[in-house]
């Protein structure tokens, strides 16, 4: 299954790695195929066109991520946890930006990360979407 293989290797190269759990009839299926229906309406048509193939391992993977995320088992793969704000050693003070100083926590980005996965621009649908009347 060429798409299976293709979102494993995207998953990888996101950082997570899949375990024999998420094998192939669990998770990873189940987001091909949220993925492969979410293109399908979006283009109205019942094949998904080889041109769609990256959006649509794209967007598996986002939702495998986001599914893994929402139920805790990213925890011990990701690290979320934000670094100390300030560091005082003697006369040597460090700090970091966070949030508070308008930068973004690594799961904020993540989860931009996440959305930019599962939502491909609409231009990439538009050249393969059939009208209904």
């Known amino acids: 299954m060429p798409i ?4 494993v290797f995207r ?17 990873v299926i189940y987001s ?19 041109g769609l193939h990256y959006a649509w391992v794209d967007m598996a ?15 011990e793969k990701f690290d979320f946890s934000s670094p100390a704000k300030k560091i005082t050693e003697g006369d040597v003070t460090v700090e970091f930006t966070g949030a508070s100083d308008g930068a973004s926590t690594p799961e904020s ?8 996965l599962m939502n491909p621009p609409a231009y990439l649908f538009a050249r393969f979407r059939r009208f209904v009347w």
């Not at 299976?4 to 979102?7: A, G, P």
């Not at 998953?11 to 998770?27: F, I, K, M, R, T």
């Not at 993977?61 to 925890?75: S, V």
């Not at 980005?109 to 930019?116: A, G, H, I, Q, T």
């Open 11 to 27: 998953l990888s190269q996101l950082g997570y790695v899949v375990q024999e759990s998420d094998e192939p009839d669990s998770a």
């Open 4 to 7: 299976y293989d293709d979102v």
């Open 109 to 116: 980005r993540f989860d931009k990360l996440l959305d930019s």
């Open 61 to 75: 993977a986002g939702l495998f991520l986001l599914e893994k995320k929402t139920t805790g088992q990213l925890d």
């Open 32 to 50: 091909i195929d949220r993925a492969a229906e979410k293109i399908r309406a979006n283009i109205n048509r019942a094949d998904i066109p080889e």
